[in-house]
Structure formats: C-alpha cells, structure tokens
C-alpha cells in the first residue's frame, strides 16, 4: 500500500471539503506513515499540504485528530508541528497517551507503556498533555477535548463553552460502543460482559485529591476543574472478542457523534 503512505487522496479531498464545510473534519490514519522507507522530505512536503488543508478550515468546522501507535519519534514530532496546532480535540488509548506526554514532557517517545494504568495516572496525563499544548499553543484552533479509551475505562475532558455538548452522555456512548464492537453485536449481551475498574479512583496522583466512589445506578462520573469538565465511564468489558480492528476509531467516533 503506498497510497496511504502518500496521502495520495489528499488533493482530492480539499476539493470536495471546501465545498461541504462540514462541522467536524477528522483527521487519522498518519500511523500508515511509521517507519514507511522514504524520502524525508516527500513526507514532510506532505504534512505541509495537510497542514495546509487544516488551516484553510474556518473556525466553525472542529478538527479532531485520532492518535494510533507510533514507534517513529521524528514522525511523531512532524505530527506535533503539522497537525495538533490546528486540531480541537485528540483521540488516543492509554499507550498513546504516554506516548505522546513523554513526548511532549522528556523529549522522547515511550519505549514501554502500562496496557492498564490507574485512572488518576491516566488523568494527570491528559492535564499534563492539555497544559504543555495549551502552552505552546501560537496559531491555529485551541485544544479544547481529549478523549482517552482504555481496556478498562472511557475519560473525555472537554473545555465549557466552545461548542462540545452532551460530554457526559458521550463518555457512556463511547463505553458502549467499545463493548458492541468488539462483540461484533449491535446490543450489550451482560453475559459476555465484566467490569474491571475499581470501585473508587482518586482523580489525580496528588495526595491531597479527591477519591470518586463508583456507583452502579449512576456509574458515569463527571466533575469540573476551572474551565474544564472532567467525565469518565466503566467499561462493560466484552468476554466473547469478535474483532479488536478499528476499535479506538469506532469509539472515538460514538463520543464525537453527540458532541458536536
């Protein structure tokens, strides 16, 4: 597949957006770009025309940017000046994440990630990632959402008052889509079901924070902290696994659905 790699559909669809102006563009599949053997300067000339594209966008239309894994540190950097300037709001799993805080934080990618870390790891992840960007932050659209799945649970962490709706039903599509996907079924069959977040997390690794308990009459937990709201949902984890492709795209898209 070397179209993919070239964004060789690119050309084509700037013309087709500038007619549609759409509400929500994404932007995902760069991962097909990771230790692809090419000329660096072809790849980089392309990131110049997608972020090219990104910019033309008007304020009105949000971009949301789905991470994947990356093992190549100087694509992920060419990711981080091309694309994230412009996007409002960034997908990624629990490796993804620490992936892209060490990043932003230590200057490297992160060679070994926890598959199942503690929410309040996760959290203070996200602000971390939130504040550096924010930080950084010179041209193009604000950062203002993050939604982060994991084997265990869904956090979506949305700035008030920009446009993003509904964040804490969104976290509880999103923790249903991840069970409906993966067991291939269009409902939540509880048989082929577990939960394995814990009853309680505290929402940062700060001693002096907070513990949230989970209840299971109202089991989305949802808080602000300053401009920002916090929510986050127990995976109904599926037993019977059907198919694990596609899965962060399918979830990411079921709490953008309602959002926007």
Known sequence: DHSNMLLESLEGFEDVVSQ?????????????????????????????QLEQLLRSLPD???????????????????ILQYVIPYVDSIGMNEQELANLYSLLVHGNISI????????????????????????????GHSLTRLHIHTLAYQAIYTMQ???????????AKAS?????????????NLNYAKLIMDDSFSVSRDPNSSRVPFVDTTPVSCWYEGEM?????????????????????????????IQI
Not at 66 to 72: P, R
Not at 234 to 242: K, M
């Open 20 to 48: 549609f102006n759409p509400d929500l563009l994404i932007v995902g599949g760069l991962q097909m770009l990771d230790n692809f053997v090419f000329d660096d300067e072809i790849r980089t000339n392309r990131f110049q």
């Open 60 to 78: 009105s239309t949000k971009i949301h940017f789905e991470m994947a894994s990356f093992s190549e540190q100087k694509l992920l950097e060419e």
């Open 112 to 139: 070994v990630s926890d598959y199942s870390p503690r929410i309040a790891i996760t959290l203070d992840q996200a602000r971390g990632v939130y504040q550096t960007l924010k930080e950084r932050k010179t041209n």
């Open 161 to 171: 008052n920009v446009g993003w709706q509904h964040t804490k039903s969104a976290v």
């Open 176 to 188: 249903l889509m991840a069970n409906r996907h993966v067991c291939a079924s269009s409902y939540i």
């Open 229 to 257: 709201k916090f929510c986050v949902a127990p995976n109904l984890i599926c037993t019977e696994v059907s198919k694990t492709a596609a899965a962060g795209d399918n979830i990411s898209a079921a709490g953008l659905s």
